[in-house]
T-cell receptor, first 117, second 112 residues
Framework: GAVVSQHPSWVICKSGTSVKIECRSL??????MFWYRQFPKQSLMLMATSNEGSKATYEQGVEKDKFLINHASLTLSTLTVTSAHPEDSSFYIC?????????????FGDGTRLSIL | DAKTTQPPSMDCAEGRAANLPCNHS???????VYWYRQIHSQGPQYIIHGLKNNETNEMASLIITEDRKSSTLILPHATLRDTAVYYC?????????????FGKGTHLIIQP
C-alpha cells in the first residue's frame, strides 16, 4: 500500500528556534499533502493543504507566517515552525493524496512529536 | 462533510469480534464512509471505506445500513494490538483535495 514517511519522529529544541519537518510519499506521486496538529487527548486538526507547485491553503486560525509549508515536488512537502515557542509543542502529522489514487484514502505519516523548551 | 456520532469508548475481549458503530444520519448520496484508527503516538492508519455496499478487506469488514444512515466496523478477531482510537469519517469520495475532519472517535480497548 501507499507509504508516507515523516522525519524527524521526535524533536526537542529551545524556544525561538525554527524546526523543519519533512513529509515524503515513498511509492506514489502526491499532488496534495495535508498537515495536521494534535494536542494531548485531542483529535487531529487540519492546519493546511498544500498542492505541488503552489501556495498552501491554511485553515482559519493557523498563522501562515508561523507555519511555512513548501511542496516543491510530487514526493516531498516540508513544514517549518518558525520561532517556535512552548505553545507550539504538539504532535504534527502529514498525509498525502495522489491524482492517480482518485478514489482511494489519504495515507498518513507516523507523525513528529515537537517539544519546545 | 456529514457529521458522525460514535461512542467515546468500548471494551472487547481478545479473540472476540469488535463491532464499532457509527451514526451518520445526514450523509449525502455521494459521500463515502471511511474508517481510520490511531494507535497511541502514531499517525492514523486507513482501515476501510465504502459507499453503500458492505466491504471486507484483510483488516476489517464494513457494514452499511440500507438507508446509509449508520455503519458498523467489524474487527473479526480482535487482538491487543487493535487497541486504538477508531475514527468514522464521512466525505465525498476520492483521495481528494480536502483534508479530513476528525471527530473524537471511539477508544477501543481490547482486554486480555
Amino acid at each position: 500500500g501507499a507509504v508516507v514517511s515523516q522525519h524527524p519522529s521526535w524533536v526537542i529544541c529551545k524556544s525561538g528556534t525554527s524546526v523543519k519537518i519533512e513529509c515524503r510519499s515513498l511509492d506514489f506521486q502526491a499532488t496534495t499533502m495535508f498537515w495536521y496538529r494534535q494536542f494531548p487527548k485531542q483529535s487531529l486538526m487540519l492546519m493546511a493543504t498544500s498542492n505541488e507547485g503552489s501556495k498552501a491553503t491554511y485553515e482559519q486560525g493557523v498563522e501562515k507566517d508561523k507555519f511555512l509549508i513548501n511542496h516543491a515536488s510530487l514526493t516531498l512537502s516540508t513544514l517549518t515552525v518558525t520561532s517556535a515557542h512552548p505553545e507550539d509543542s504538539s504532535f504534527y502529522i502529514c498525509s498525502a493524496s495522489g491524482y492517480l489514487l482518485s478514489n482511494q484514502p489519504q495515507h498518513f505519516g507516523d507523525g513528529t512529536r515537537l517539544s519546545i523548551l | 462533510d456529514a457529521k458522525t456520532t460514535q461512542p467515546p469508548s468500548m471494551d472487547c475481549a481478545e479473540g472476540r469480534a469488535a463491532n464499532l458503530p457509527c451514526n451518520h444520519s445526514t450523509i449525502s448520496g455521494n459521500e463515502y464512509v471511511y474508517w481510520y484508527r490511531q494507535i497511541h503516538s502514531q499517525g492514523p492508519q486507513y482501515i476501510i471505506h465504502g459507499l453503500k455496499n458492505n466491504e471486507t478487506n484483510e483488516m476489517a469488514s464494513l457494514i452499511i445500513t440500507e438507508d446509509r444512515k449508520s455503519s458498523t466496523l467489524i474487527l473479526p478477531h480482535a487482538t491487543l494490538r487493535d487497541t486504538a482510537v477508531y475514527y468514522c469519517i464521512v466525505r465525498v469520495g476520492g483521495g481528494g483535495a480536502d483534508g479530513l475532519t476528525f471527530g473524537k472517535g471511539t477508544h477501543l480497548i481490547i482486554q486480555p
